[in-house]
């Protein structure tokens, strides 16, 4: 929680190394908290209450205030060391996070997102008016008295409403049987937790005594390949913590029609998948409360995005008819369930919620990235471009709202290629140029020895290789030339070393392949061609557009130019094109904190209109001719032509 | 009153290429050839000019030809095992240029040295004084290994070689490039391809002004509407200004017409076809003078009859007067 005392509102310049990342807070802020801004992660067990000592930071120029702390021994105090939690800015500072208190392992996507999303204002708007879709009130009940005989509901309802709670309110029968015994506890203090749903509120919970704080809620985002998911506080709408692992459900199929196969020809195999992406979801929200060392009784719910097969799977309902014609399933906008139904691990009474899907291929991910970018409310067109497994393209402004989907593969998600991962610790995120000592410089994520290739990592890499014309406009390697780092791998098949065993203390080679190239082909065509097509569609040109927007699966900051240079993205100007992170998540964030958007996610599933890619004629000549790097039509690449020649 | 004019005046023309190199150009052929320039629809003269006359390219065989039908065989006699000869006959028979195929080199058909290829190579060129066309067998290990030789054995006569394709250029465009020969580009029916092979070898430093285009070609029955729709939709694009579509298109004719069953099956196995001397020529002709019709710029053919009949079109069609 970012804090400002009385009088402190300068803003002073804090930089934290080794990562060299400079933040602007106002004076007062704890250095954990300029810390979490910069997107810097400083361990910290105890989410910042000055009891854990893990946070141990060094200020080496510039004035910190910090009270005494028993964490920290003369010694280090004499050394510069300070508790980031309690140590609150005063001056301009520069502070040195020592490897110890640097989290490892720790997936950078998820905690990017967070930074992303204060820095390009999606959720700032909401700050000030959360409004969560599961609030705990703590209010005294006025005893019954013989002067006001009023039920005991009544009298609840009573305090409610001086609260401004004065939704119609229904509530179960366990509830109601329990509520003579709490409202008649010394003190006359409850806590009421209160879920929406839809134009009815629901009492799920009332309990003796104040337990409203904390009130935390975990946004999760599904995808086919990755799940994500953040605990927030609901209080003030932050995110406490991030996680990240792989959708478990990829070993029963890579892709939702495989998936959904498993299931018709597997007796139980609905039951295999509901219960692998169950069992991911739990253990990313154990790792939620490890890191702030919570209980998860303190979440009251869970909100989900995801794409409609997969969303189908974590409520156990059968996707088999979303695969055979007319393709429909059983429900896009499912109400609230109580997340125990489903084997969600959270408060026993607490809610899952899942945010609307538009149609059997466009799933609710979708439905979040509109509401996160603000896509309804733009007069001008924009377009939302969503690389993950399935690539999603949404066109659309305050009037209109059109989307298609094209099978891209996760190759770009750091799955199905050779030395492919997550942009966890270690993953190469970006490579820059070749250097004179015949090698690629790049970066990993947390610094670490490389182990691997995320998302971003390709986008430069294919940018390279063509650059250097290791690979020709088909992606193919030119084996011919006696070119360095170029070989015959396993089964004779070509491959490029991009980075050697030992280079930086990479303990083995990180290679791509020839069939990793026609892999990220695939992908970035489907992408481009659904674009091209939807855009044709609507008789629209890129330059109609006045904004496109890149979210989904890349790690950290996509490179926007090597991005068109090898046509994943249209060549339009710079300033045109806008990478947004996760909006899956964002989207179920925003909905998370505030009824009103979740209800807006509603309206804009409904107003959406499915273009069938699969069945148009056009689409396929379309992929073909984005087959090739940056496209067949390079006219359609005029700043990469003019690069080239 | 005056009609209106509903002449489509296209963006950009079909590009000239010239084949072979006289004696003036550093070479020893009589004559060049040259092909492309169309600035409108195939024969369309009222939209612009139709470009240079299509040439016909007769087609020999180093090795392997006796293997070719009766009815060729009939015409050629015992010339198809001596590629010298052939190629005298084919230019008796009214050749523009010769189109020698580089059998042998196929493993199935001998596998010949690189230095026998050249030497068929040096004795077509000395026989006959047309432009050549050299064209391999198809084999990429093979073709890479023998098709330099060539080209350097015929450096400075300006030739024809092909084929480049998607997955294999690189070798041939450097020979090329290094002896000054043109280039023919080969997609399998895919105008995508197309384009993109022409910009994988400009990549490697090859004029996209000194490619032929071969998109494959079908016989009349096999497959030649599908064909004809490919090469009118290039054909538009590059009138349309799509320099990458812009190049003169080869029709490999006699190939594909002299593997039709309507070609060369007996008359007593295809009762009331009639006879298969008349059949086969006619066959040939008729794919050909077709893909006159879809804007073939350079036809490979084979035999004499169907090389007149065709000729005989062409004059016909050259014979309408420019707007």
Redesign the interface.
Known sequence: MITSESGTKTKYMVEFLPAGLKVEVPGGTTVLDAARIAGVVIDSLCGGDGVCGKCRVIVRHGIVRAAATQSLTREEIRQGYVLACEARIDGNVLIDVPTASQVRGKVRDADAVDIRVRESGLLERQRNELDPLVKKHCLRMEPARLENPQSDLNRLYHELAKLNCREESQLGLSVLRRLPGVVRNASGVVTVTSAHRGALTEITDIVSGDSSNPNLAVAVDIGTTSVVAHLIDVATGQSLSSAAKYNSQAVYGGDVLRRIMYCIEQPDGLTQLHTAVIEDINTLIRELLDKVQLSENYITFVVAAGNTTIMHTVMGMNPEWIRREPYVGVSYQPPPFRAAELGIMIHPRGLFYSLPCVSSFIGADITAGVLATGMTQSDEPRMLIDIGTNGEIVIGNKDWMVCASASAGPAFEGAETRDGMRATCGAIDHIRGWSSGQRFSFSTVGNESPCGLCGTAYVDLLAQLLRL?VM???G?L?T??GIARLRKGAEGEPEFVVVKRGERGASRDLVITQSDIANLMRAKAAVYAASKILLTSLGLTMSDLSEIMVAGAFGNFLDLENAVFIGLLPDVPGEKLRFVGNTSLVGAKMAALDRQRYQEARRIANSMTYFELSTDPRFM?AF??A??FPH????EFPSVMAKVS | MKAQDTATKWAAAINEVRIGATPADGGTRRNTVTIGGAQCVPWLAYEGKTGNRPAIAVEIWDRGGETWPGALLEQYGDCVKDPAAWAKKAAEFGADLICLKLMGAHPAMGGISAREAADTVKSVLAAVDLPLIVWGCDVNERDNEVLPKCSEAAKGENCLFGTIK??NY??LVASCLADGHKLLAESPL?I?IA??LN??AH?VGYPLEQLVIFPTTAALGYGFEYVYSIMERSRLAGLGG?P?LRQPTLCDVGLQAWRAKEAITAEDALPGFGPVGARGPLWEAITATNYLQAGADLLVMRHPGSIRLVKESIDRLCSVPAA
């Open positions: 014309q020709d406009k088909t193919r030119n011919g030339n000549e073909t001719s087959c090739f067949t039509n390079i006219e | 998607e997955k690189r070798t895919d995508n384009k993109q910009v994988l990549d799509d990458l």
